[in-house]
């Protein structure tokens, strides 16, 4: 049987009153007083709560003062006034008992999702460092190289010190757009970026981006097409600058992960109170089992030789971030050799 203070209480109470009981009847045996058995009655009546409420505020009250340490501190309240409140003159269905423990269970459950929350952030984060100076790694040792070969007597040399001062700058471009992708990512991540949430018109959007990534595309001999009426508006609720680093992030992979001479097209669906965008290339595609990761930091497909063609590996990233603090999704599907949609919603306006 499980016992609590108020059923301690009850027994005790009951106990003692049978005492009285009993007591009164040996009176009257022994001193043959006349008590009515009645009186006898009214006494235990009377004794009866008496005892148990006197019996059940001291064990209350002796229980309280061992835990009271424990639960001041799980309970983290400074407030040790709030915390007897609660425990002692508790009048709900609760016992005592039940509350510590229910209370201990909770505080148990909360903290082991903390620590487990704290270890992935670690290992995350370990793993963040790992890859931000590996990724740096590389253009700082090209640099180095060059420099050092211009200034042991490279720089005399013309036929290669403009060759090798390109190179270096090439590098240290790079070296640019990383830390700048980095940059963008941690104050999404810290929380500090601010949409600027307006109506706009998506298809000028589109046209602007198509303009823009023109000269990209046909160097590829890629062609840029827009599915859907370029005289039809399509208003739609976001920050305009930040969906067109969106669209410039998706047709520039479409334009580097796509077949030459093919096709990056954009088509925009009606979905009640959405719009559906899609970006399809005809290009390389991305693997089942990588699919699920293009969106990590860092991640590049073997395929794609993403880093000799100076991606950083970031642009994903940054674009789920992007759709994220909008509230929408984006997600992607993808054939390996026949090409990738890459497909997120954005609020009608
Ligand atoms: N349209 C696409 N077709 C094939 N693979 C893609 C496409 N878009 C992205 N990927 C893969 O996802 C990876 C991550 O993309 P992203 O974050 O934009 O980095 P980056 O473009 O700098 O390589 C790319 O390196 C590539 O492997
Ligand atoms: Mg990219």
Same mark, same amino acid.
């Given at each position: 049987m499980? %016992?609590?203070?108020r ?7 009951m ?17 043959y007083?006349?008590i009515?058995?009645?009186y006898?009655v ?11 409420f006197?019996?059940?505020y001291?064990?209350e ?8 340490i ?6 983290? %309240?400074?407030s040790?006034?709030?915390n007897?409140?609660?425990l ?9 008992l ?10 148990a ?6 620590i ?8 995350y984060?370990?793993?963040f460092?790992g890859n ?6 590389t253009p700082?040792?090209?640099?180095q190289?060059?420099v050092l070969t ?8 013309p036929?290669v010190n403009?060759?090798?001062?390109l190179r ?10 990383i830390?700048?992708?980095l940059?963008?990512i941690?104050?999404f991540?810290a929380?500090i970026?601010q ?9 000028? %959007?589109v ?16 062609s840029?097409?827009f ?14 600058e ?12 479409a334009?580097?992960y796509g077949?030459? %001479?093919?096709e ?12 559906l ?6 290009g390389?595609g991305?693997?089942?089992?990588d699919i699920?990761?293009v ?14 063609q ?6 994903l ?8 603090a909008?509230k929408?999704?984006i997600?992607?599907?993808s054939?390996?050799d026949l090409?990738s ?9």
């Open positions: 499980k %016992s609590s203070p059923q301690l209480s009850l027994i005790l109470a106990f003692f009153s049978l005492l009285i009981l009993v007591f009164s009847g040996v009176l009257q045996l022994i001193f007083a006349n009515h058995f009645l006898s009214l006494i235990v009546i009377f004794f009866f709560p008496v005892f148990y006197v019996f059940r001291a064990l009250r002796f229980i309280y003062d061992k835990i009271r424990i639960y001041k501190t799980i309970r983290r %309240s400074k040790g006034e709030r007897k409140n609660r002692l003159y508790h009048k709900g269905k609760r016992d005592m039940d509350a510590v423990s229910q209370d201990v269970e909770q505080w459950e909360f903290h082991e999702k903390e487990a929350d704290l270890k992935r952030l670690e290992a984060r370990r793993e460092l931000v100076s590996h990724e740096l790694k700082i040792t090209t640099i190289g060059y211009l200034l042991d007597g490279g720089m005399d040399d036929k403009k060759k090798y001062l270096t700058a090439k590098s240290i471009n790079r070296m640019i757009a830390v700048n992708d940059e963008t941690s104050k991540e929380g970026i949409l600027q949430q307006k109506k706009f018109n998506f298809t000028y %959007s046209k602007e981006v198509f303009d823009f990534m023109e000269m990209k595309a046909q160097k590829r001999g890629i840029l097409v599915k859907g009426n370029p005289d039809l508006p399509c208003y739609v609720m976001g920050d305009r930040k969906i067109r680093q969106v669209l410039i992030n998706l047709i520039d992979n334009l580097k077949k030459e %001479s093919g990056t097209s954009v088509s925009i669906f009606d979905m009640d109170d959405h719009v965008i899609e970006i399809t290339d005809d390389i991305i693997e089942e089992q699920p990761r969106f990590e930091r860092f991640y590049r497909t073997e395929k794609s030789r993403s880093r000799a100076g991606g950083t590996g970031l642009g990233a940054i674009v789920k971030h992007i759709i994220e909008h929408q999704t997600n992607v599907r054939k390996i090409g949609t890459f497909a997120f919603t954005l609020k009608k306006a």
